[in-house]
C-alpha cells in the first residue's frame, strides 16, 4: 500500500509538471503579445490592450506573421483561427514596410504569413483577441522566442499605419535597450517537461518493483 501511493503521488506529480505551458509576452504602443504554447504543435496568440505612439486611432488589424518556430515552412502549415480568421492557412512569406499582406518572400522557409482578409475591425477599446494555431509538424521554439511582425489599419484593407511591429518575444533575459519591452515565464518546453513527468512515473514504478 505505501509504495502504491508513493507511486501515485509522483503521478500526480508529473501530470502537473507536464501541465505547465511555454509562455512569453512582450508590450508595444499600448498592446500586449502574448504567445502561450499549449502542445507540441499548438499555441495561442493574445493581443490586448488600447493602441497608442503611432498606432493611435487604428481600427483595424490586416495582419501578422511569425518565424524562429523551428519549422521549414516549405513542407509544413500553419492554420489560424480567432477574429476575422476561419481555418485561416497561412502563407510561407512575411511582412516589411511595404509589404503588409503576407506578400515578401524574403523571409526564407522560417516565416510563415497570416493575411486576414478582410481586415478585422478592432472594434471597442481596450481589444482582447484570441488566436488559436495549429501547425502540421512539432514546435521547436528556440532561446530567442518566436519573431512575431504585425501591421495595423486606418482604413479596412487600406496601407499599414504607423510602425511595422517586428521583434523576437523572448523565452528568458531582457531586450536590448531601444526595442520593445519583453518578458516571459522562464519555463521547460512542453517535450522537455513530459520527458521529466515520464522520469518521474519509471522511478515509481521500479521502486513499486524492488519492494513487492
Request: contains cysteine; glycine residues 10%.
Amino acid at each position: 500500500m505505501r509504495n502504491l501511493k508513493l507511486l501515485t503521488a509522483m503521478g500526480v506529480i508529473a501530470l502537473a509538471v507536464t501541465a505547465v505551458p511555454a509562455r512569453a509576452s512582450a508590450t508595444f504602443q499600448g498592446l500586449t503579445f502574448t504567445f502561450t504554447q499549449t502542445d507540441a504543435n499548438s499555441l495561442t496568440f493574445r493581443i490586448q490592450g488600447t493602441p497608442s505612439g503611432d498606432w493611435t486611432g487604428v481600427n483595424y488589424l490586416a495582419s501578422f506573421a511569425l518565424k524562429d518556430l523551428g519549422l521549414d515552412f516549405t513542407s509544413a502549415t500553419g492554420t489560424a483561427n480567432g477574429p476575422g480568421a476561419t481555418n485561416l492557412l497561412g502563407l510561407n512569406s512575411q511582412l516589411s514596410a511595404s509589404n503588409v499582406d503576407c506578400s515578401d518572400s524574403s523571409g526564407g522557409k522560417n516565416v510563415i504569413c497570416f493575411d486576414i482578409t478582410p481586415d478585422v475591425a478592432l472594434g471597442s477599446l481596450p481589444i482582447n483577441f484570441l488566436y488559436t494555431i495549429d501547425f502540421s509538424q512539432n514546435l521547436n521554439i528556440g532561446s530567442l522566442g518566436p519573431h512575431l511582425q504585425i501591421a495595423f489599419s486606418q482604413v479596412q484593407n487600406g496601407p499599414k499605419v504607423g510602425s511595422l511591429y517586428s521583434q523576437n518575444v523572448t523565452l528568458t533575459g531582457t531586450p536590448p535597450t531601444g526595442t520593445p519591452s519583453s518578458s516571459a515565464s522562464n519555463l521547460p518546453e512542453p517535450a522537455a517537461l513530459s520527458l521529466l513527468g515520464l522520469a518521474f512515473l519509471g522511478v515509481g514504478y521500479r521502486l513499486r518493483r524492488q519492494r513487492i
